[in-house]
């Protein structure tokens, strides 16, 4: 007869959170409608009211990035399994990948692409550029990819990428191109379709306002006979599409794995949210934000990372540390004081910038407000 080891029994307290203005790359605050749309009761994953759920969330999903894609829907993880089921259902051992890299998931794209076999091939830039068509084609032309790999909003340094012209140049050089949205979607325009894009991931924690926990995923024709025609078999059996399809295509419902069920609540109540708002409103709306954001920060003596507006995400600003200024303890003093949220950088950034988020619910004049004025008197310090 064995004894119980009491050793571990530790009597947690009742959870008590702070409440937090979460304004840095990610996650941001959940809008309120989600969180009470998360907290509604479980029901069986082939329950049809959950079913329901499901096509909710794919035609949703659908006119969010401004694509016609069937196989449309969100992964059971965080926008990091979106990335991987990408990399995983598209790249084979020894296929050539060509990867843009200008900031830090670029590098983890990289990283995934190699860990899957393929011949990984990169075009660098610095952190805070974007890359021309012209480089992009020299790229392409140069390497002869199966696969081109872009982040069209690159979370790390503030750099949102041109799209134009690139899904053409893939198909004249029968290359699938492959896109990280994961903080453009909900946020910035996408046009998927119009675009040429072949794939493409998010996540549900920024633009969304959603906690995080399910991450669309989105493949069309082309990027789909590359999945059927595959040698063998995707290395990542839960991320495997070719088997998760048969649970989301509408007609088999076989089991997969057990999805998790309230945060799809979450993710469908965020998607209503952008369809009552209107994409080019919700898109206005974080450029307008994004601009006193800027404007703010230009009264204040501070610059923006990337220079050109243009090129900035309306979503995510980075902003220059001056001189004399420690980057940590800023960020330390509005998250004591204030209550504020913000982040630094990391890799070649870091101690640098400091990275701050206007996303979904949070892009709000108010906060902006609040932002700059606690930046003043902290700085003023």
């Not at 959940?30 to 082939?46: E, S, T």
């Not at 021309?132 to 949102?160: C, F, K, N, Q, W």
């Not at 549900?204 to 025609?229: D, I, M, N, V, Y």
Request: with cysteine.
């Amino acid at each position: 007869m064995f004894s119980i080891n009491e050793t571990h029994r530790f009597f947690a307290p009742q959870l008590d959170v702070p409440l937090r203005l979460l304004l840095g790359p990610g996650p941001s605050n959940a809008h309120p409608r989600v969180l009470q749309a998360i907290a509604m009761p479980q029901i069986g994953h082939l329950d049809p009211a959950f079913i329901q759920v499901m096509n909710d969330i794919q035609e949703m999903l659908r006119y969010a990035w401004q694509t016609d894609n069937p196989f449309t829907l969100p992964v059971s993880g965080t926008g990091s399994a979106a990335m991987e089921a990408a990399i995983a259902n598209l790249v084979e051992p020894g296929d050539v990948v060509l990867i843009g890299v200008i900031g830090y998931f670029g590098e983890r794209l990289v990283e995934m692409a190699s860990r899957y076999g393929a011949d990984v091939r990169r075009m660098d830039k610095p952190w805070g550029e974007v890359f021309t068509l012209d480089e992009i084609s020299a790229g392409v032309e140069t390497h002869r990819p199966t696969l081109l790999g872009l982040v069209h909003a690159e979370t790390s340094t503030g750099a949102l990428q041109p799209m134009d012209g690139v899904g053409d140049l893939c198909r004249a050089h029968d290359c699938l191109l492959l896109i990280d949205t994961v903080t453009s979607l909900g946020t910035t325009p996408i046009f998927l379709d119009e675009w040429g894009v072949d794939a493409a991931y998010s996540c549900s924690q920024k633009g969304l306002s959603c906690p995080p926990g399910a991450s669309p995923f989105t493949l069309g024709e082309r990027a789909l006979a590359k999945l059927h025609g595959r040698r063998t078999k995707v290395a990542n059996w839960y991320l495997d599409m070719s088997i998760l399809s048969q649970y989301w295509d509408g007609k088999t419902r076989s089991y997969h794995h057990t999805a998790p069920i309230n945060s799809m609540y979450a993710v469908r109540e965020g998607l209503r949210l952008v369809v009552e708002e209107g994409l080019a409103e919700r898109w206005a709306r974080h450029q307008a934000n994004a601009q006193r954001l800027w404007d703010g920060l230009t009264e204040l003596d501070l610059a923006c990372h990337v220079n050109d507006p243009a090129h900035r995400i309306p979503a995510l600003t980075t902003v220059r540390v001056p001189a004399g200024i420690d980057a940590r303890d800023t960020a330390v003093r509005l998250l004591n004081d204030y209550n504020i949220e913000i982040a630094g950088g990391f890799g070649p950034l870091a101690g640098k910038v400091w990275r701050i988020g206007l996303m979904g619910h949070n892009s709000r004049p108010e906060n902006v407000t609040l932002l700059l004025a606690a930046l003043k008197e902290i700085l003023g310090r």
